[in-house]
């Protein structure tokens, strides 16, 4: 039965809006959930243009949850919190506009969304032609409240947004959130231009034992908050295969510069997010990043990975990798060119060998050309290699020819 719905909607068709790599921009999510007002945006968005932040990608300014007032209007139509937004999200969206961004909002395919406000199921239609009157240039869409809509499958659900964006005649990104629960890796690149794999992420480096439920890709467990960077790593293995340009897994937004990651932490958080073809969006208050956080998030290098024309995502290599030790990921980038990933997840400095065997970029008698993307450093290879990788730190090496 289940395959028969998927059957069902594999002919329908995505809405259009351009997804060839991965969107990037800030989501007001992660540092204020329901407490933001109309001054916490137009301020992020200024922030977003004199940080440098909007010239190195990071184009969407994402309103999540808690825009929305308690009630509809008496003809339907969602309202907008007065307290904390009294102009209305078109000011907001117009504010973006002029200073280069695209404006995103958030709604739900249930009758609430998670933070009990009302969620767009059976009022598909009537949103997403509001959404279009407001300017929205994207919609992350939820999956709570989905009781009454039971009898109702996700991928339905989803569908019926999709539709109505397609019908509101705006171009609006389509970006999933149903967490990974029902597999969306199977059936979201009908739907949208990406989808989340994962419960909600938390500023926490290391799988604590207690952190999200599911810590593989195929879990039923539906608890699923507080997955920490190195689980949500953990499930990509068996996900990342699916992710190709106009459907990429969606890994949650980016604690850089929450928390007390250190700088290999959080280096580490923005090499995967790039490598695996994540959505980049930021789920700090941009007005208190460190230098540090910042310079990782505008590091150019690493968002010309997470932007390679190919929007291949880097894969798990196991014959390489080690169990709670060390993990070998490698992709393909444009050019010919070959990604490698080498994490330490031990609490000192290990040497990694890396094998003609079992990787194909040093699967030949040619020289290589190695570029380490945080250190800059550029050495000539030839057959197998010895890296040496501090504490939690993950070296990225791009291989080119020549
Ligand atoms: C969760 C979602 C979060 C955030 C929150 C809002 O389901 O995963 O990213 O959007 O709802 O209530």
Redesign the pocket.
């Known amino acids: 039965m289940f395959f028969l719905t998927l059957l069902a909607f594999a002919v329908g068709c995505q809405a259009k809006a351009n997804a060839n790599t991965p969107q990037m921009g800030w989501n007001s999510?992660n540092t204020f959930k329901l407490n933001f007002n109309e001054s916490i945006l137009e301020k992020t968005a200024d922030l977003l243009v004199s940080t440098g932040l909007r010239d190195a990608g990071f184009n969407y300014l994402i309103i999540?949850?808690g825009w929305q007032a308690a009630t509809r209007a008496e003809d339907g139509r969602q309202q907008v919190n007065a307290t904390k937004l009294p102009n209305g999200i078109a000011p907001i969206a117009k504010y973006a506009h002029e200073r280069g961004l695209k404006i995103g909002i958030?709604s739900d395919a249930g009758i609430y969304?998670?933070?009990f406000q009302p969620g767009s199921w059976g009022y598909e239609e009537l949103d997403a032609a509001t959404y279009a009157q407001w300017g929205i240039d994207y919609l992350?869409y939820?999956n709570?409240g989905s009781f009454q809509a039971g009898t109702q499958s996700p991928p339905e659900r989803f569908s019926k947004m999709r539709d109505a964006l397609v019908a509101s005649g705006r171009d609006i990104f389509y970006s999933l959130?149903e967490?990974g629960h029902q597999f969306p890796w199977y059936w979201a690149d009908q739907i949208g231009q990406s989808y989340?794999m994962s419960g909600?992420i938390t500023a926490i480096f290391s799988d604590t034992g207690k952190d999200c439920a599911c810590k593989t890709a195929y879990c039923l467990n539906t608890g699923y908050a507080g997955c920490s960077v190195l689980t949500i790593i953990r499930k990509m293995r068996e996900i990342a295969p699916f992710s190709k340009p106009g459907s990429f897994a969606d890994m949650?937004m980016l604690e850089i510069g929450n928390g007390n990651m250190t700088l290999h932490q959080q280096r580490t958080h923005m090499s995967f997010w790039a490598a695996l073809k994540s959505p980049l969006i930021i789920g700090a208050d941009i007005s208190k990043l460190s230098k540090e956080s910042l310079s990782v998030l505008k590091n150019k290098n690493i968002i010309q990975i997470s932007q390679d024309s190919l929007g291949k995502a880097a894969l798990f290599v196991p014959e390489l990798s080690v169990e709670k030790v060390k993990q070998v990921w490698a992709g393909d980038l444009s050019g010919g060119r070959t990604v490698v990933l080498l994490l330490n997840e031990l609490n000192s400095t290990q040497n990694f060998e890396l094998l003609v065997k079992a990787l194909p970029a040093l699967n030949s008698r040619e020289t290589w050309k190695v570029e380490d993307v945080w250190s800059k450093e550029v050495i000539k290879v030839k057959g197998n290699y010895t890296v040496a990788v501090e504490t939690h730190e993950t070296k990225v090496l791009v291989f080119s020819r020549n």
């Open positions: 999510w999540d949850d958030y969304t998670c933070g992350k939820d709570c959130c967490w989340r909600d949650d």
